[in-house]
């Protein structure tokens, strides 16, 4: 009986030295796993990037204003957005269904089907590699906790002589909680997808540099 209490306080003082390295660990794989799928994210037909800025110039070709036709960002961002939604809510739902043979679609399906996101080994965790295939891993589960959320980024500035670079980029954000034997974790993480990047000819108008 004072053995077992040893070996169980034992394992519970090691646990606890553990949960730090499990967190970064955690946190590193549910990002890998977000990029994973923004990456992989439909991006809609190349027409809808057609026509987002917006040029007005005077008789001498000066730009006069740089505008953004946010109607078609907006829808834009709206798709993207939903299609990580639904993707994520898919994949929750134990319900995501590979679309062909790639690493991403069958690794989708697999956290679809388990809900494990990664499974650290406590000889990692530990610094040593050499004992990896003898020591139990930790399975590192995720909930994802709301919405997606996008918010539209622009950054317009001076290029070079005489050219203006016009940035545009929609930032998601994903709430999710990793999940570890005995604790849980929150993590909010953002994302930034560049949508369009053009280079025009002219000044940047002063408005946009005070």
Known sequence: ???????????????????????????????????????????????????????????????????????????????????????YASIEEGNYQALDDSYYQRRLKEVSQNGIISKVSIATLLHLPFFQPIFPTIPIRYKHLSSVSGSITKKIENYGVNHVMVELSIEVTMNLTMIYPFFEQYHSHTIKIPVLLEIFQGQIPLVYTQ
Do not use: W
Not at 11 to 36: A, D
Not at 58 to 81: H, P, Y
């Open 1 to 87: 009986m004072c053995l077992l209490s040893f070996f169980i306080v034992s394992m519970t003082s090691l646990y606890i030295h553990l949960i730090p390295s499990m967190k970064q660990y955690g946190k590193m794989e549910v990002e890998r796993f977000n990029q994973l799928i923004i990456s992989h994210c439909y991006f809609t037909d190349d027409s809808q990037y057609d026509d987002l800025v917006i040029i007005e110039r005077d008789d001498e070709k000066n730009i006069q204003l740089i505008d953004f036709d946010m109607v078609k960002v907006n829808q834009l961002a709206t798709n993207i957005v939903m299609d990580i939604e639904n993707t």
